[in-house]
Every structure is written in structure tokens, then in C-alpha cells.
């Protein structure tokens, strides 16, 4: 029984530390390109380094860090126009797929997905009330949280668990895209409306939900690619 016990925590730990060392990264406290020892991490977290290299190796798969062989793990360039494009062609792939699966909860769906909406419409005003530049990380934290929300309720009522899954494998990977992504009010702005015309697409119309929301995605990346 120990054993076992002694098995749980341990997962436990490294899914804790998995964490954490993933907020690192996504908040940009540790820089793209920077070499990321494990050593060191490990001092830091207070834990020792074999959670650490657990965890770096589940975000290698990830993408969002890298490994050199002789030389251990570094953060991650940002992504480039081609991997942009080809991430966004996943999405669009797997989100209408789930927009079409999902009108047939429809009616279970919609009292969720008016929820999130409200929820990424407030946290889009605070980043326009905020008006810095860049807007505070706990601003821009909370906006991309409520955002990946509001797609979170269409793949939960896709009814399909794989597709949830795929959606879930390119989440690192979407959610530092889009930290990249924002590039001002007005990208805020066009990405509240297009939210809110796939909630009126379910409430009149379930059949154009797929299509609303893949204009949504496409919009995204096209504000996404504009930058590079």
C-alpha cells in the first residue's frame, strides 16, 4: 500500500511542477530561446530534478521547448509564419468539427457558452480599459483564459472525447499564439463580435454555427499572421 501511495505522490509532484514550469512559459517570465536548466529549476521549485526532467519532456511534446542533443532543453522560438499557418489549419479542422457535433445539444450548450461569453466580454474590457502598453500580465492572463473558455463549452458538447483531446494537445500552443497575438484594441474588439455572432448562430440558426466559427478562426489568424 505504501508503494502505491508512494506512486501518487509523485505524479502528483510532477504534475505540480509540470505546471508551474508551463505558467513560466506562458507568462514570458522565461524568455524564448532561453536555455532552461534543470539543476537550477529544481532549487528554485524546492523539489528535485527528476520532476523537472519529467516535466520538460511533456512540454517538449508540446512544442514549447526544445531539446539539443548534448546540450538539454531551451525555451522555444516563437512560431513562424508556416507553423502559424499550419497550427491554424488544425484548428480550423477541429473546431468546426466540433461546432457541427455540438448543435445537437444545442439546448444544453447555449446557457454555457452565454456564460463564457459574458465572461470574455468583461475580461475584453478591462484589457481596453487597462489601455497600457503592453496590457498587465494578470489582464492579459484572464482575457485569454475567458477567450479559450468560450471554445472549451463547443468542444465539451461535441460529444466526441478524441477531439476534445486533439484540441487539448495544441492548447500550449494556441494559448502562447495568442499571448503573441494581441496586438491592440481592435483585435479585441472584432474577436468579442465574432464570439458573439457564433452565439447568435446556435440561438437562430444551429446549422450556421460551424461556418460562424470558422470565420472566427480565420479571422484570428489572419490578425496573427499580419504581424509577421
Given at each position: 500500500?505504501?508503494?502505491?501511495?508512494?506512486?501518487?505522490?509523485?505524479?502528483?509532484?510532477?504534475?505540480?511542477?509540470?505546471?508551474?514550469?508551463?505558467?513560466?512559459?506562458?507568462?514570458?517570465?522565461?524568455?524564448?530561446?532561453?536555455?532552461?536548466?534543470?539543476?537550477?529549476?529544481?532549487?528554485?521549485?524546492?523539489?528535485?530534478p527528476?520532476?523537472?526532467?519529467?516535466?520538460?519532456?511533456?512540454?517538449?511534446?508540446?512544442?514549447?521547448?526544445?531539446?539539443?542533443?548534448?546540450?538539454?532543453?531551451?525555451?522555444?522560438?516563437?512560431?513562424?509564419?508556416?507553423?502559424?499557418?499550419?497550427?491554424?489549419?488544425?484548428?480550423?479542422?477541429?473546431?468546426?468539427?466540433?461546432?457541427?457535433?455540438?448543435?445537437?445539444?444545442?439546448?444544453?450548450?447555449?446557457?454555457?457558452?452565454?456564460?463564457?461569453?459574458?465572461?470574455?466580454?468583461?475580461?475584453?474590457?478591462?484589457?481596453?480599459?487597462?489601455?497600457?502598453?503592453?496590457?498587465?500580465?494578470?489582464?492579459?492572463?484572464?482575457?485569454?483564459?475567458?477567450?479559450?473558455a468560450?471554445?472549451?463549452?463547443?468542444?465539451?458538447?461535441?460529444?466526441?472525447?478524441?477531439?476534445?483531446?486533439?484540441?487539448?494537445?495544441?492548447?500550449?500552443?494556441?494559448?502562447?499564439?495568442?499571448?503573441?497575438?494581441?496586438?491592440?484594441?481592435?483585435?479585441?474588439?472584432?474577436?468579442?463580435?465574432?464570439?458573439?455572432?457564433?452565439?447568435?448562430?446556435?440561438?437562430?440558426?444551429?446549422?450556421?454555427?460551424?461556418?460562424?466559427?470558422?470565420?472566427?478562426?480565420?479571422?484570428v489568424?489572419?490578425?496573427?499572421?499580419?504581424?509577421?
Open positions: 500500500m505504501s508503494t502505491g501511495e508512494g506512486r501518487l505522490d509523485r505524479r502528483a509532484l510532477r504534475d505540480q511542477v509540470y505546471d508551474r514550469v508551463l505558467e513560466l512559459l506562458l507568462s514570458g517570465e522565461i524568455a524564448a530561446g532561453e536555455r532552461l536548466s534543470i539543476d537550477t529549476m529544481a532549487r528554485d521549485l524546492s523539489v528535485s527528476t520532476p523537472v526532467r519529467e516535466a520538460l519532456v511533456q512540454l517538449e511534446r508540446t512544442g514549447l521547448v526544445t531539446r539539443e542533443a548534448l546540450k538539454g532543453y531551451r525555451v522555444a522560438p516563437p512560431l513562424d509564419p508556416e507553423q502559424l499557418t499550419e497550427l491554424f489549419d488544425a484548428r480550423i479542422m477541429l473546431e468546426e468539427t466540433a461546432a457541427r457535433l455540438s448543435t445537437a445539444a444545442t439546448d444544453r450548450l447555449l446557457p454555457d457558452l452565454r456564460e463564457a461569453h459574458a465572461r470574455h466580454r468583461a475580461a475584453s474590457d478591462e484589457v481596453l480599459a487597462a489601455g497600457a502598453e503592453p496590457v498587465p500580465l494578470p489582464v492579459t492572463q484572464r482575457y485569454f483564459d475567458a477567450d479559450r468560450f471554445h472549451d463549452v463547443i468542444f465539451a458538447h461535441s460529444g466526441n472525447r478524441y477531439l476534445v483531446q486533439m484540441y487539448d494537445g495544441l492548447g500550449a500552443l494556441t494559448h502562447r499564439m495568442r499571448q503573441a497575438a494581441l496586438r491592440g484594441p481592435e483585435d479585441v474588439r472584432e474577436a468579442v463580435a465574432e464570439h458573439e455572432a457564433v452565439l447568435k448562430a446556435y440561438e437562430n440558426d444551429p446549422a450556421t454555427a460551424s461556418e460562424a466559427l470558422r470565420r472566427h478562426v480565420t479571422g489568424r489572419n490578425r496573427s499572421l499580419s504581424g509577421h
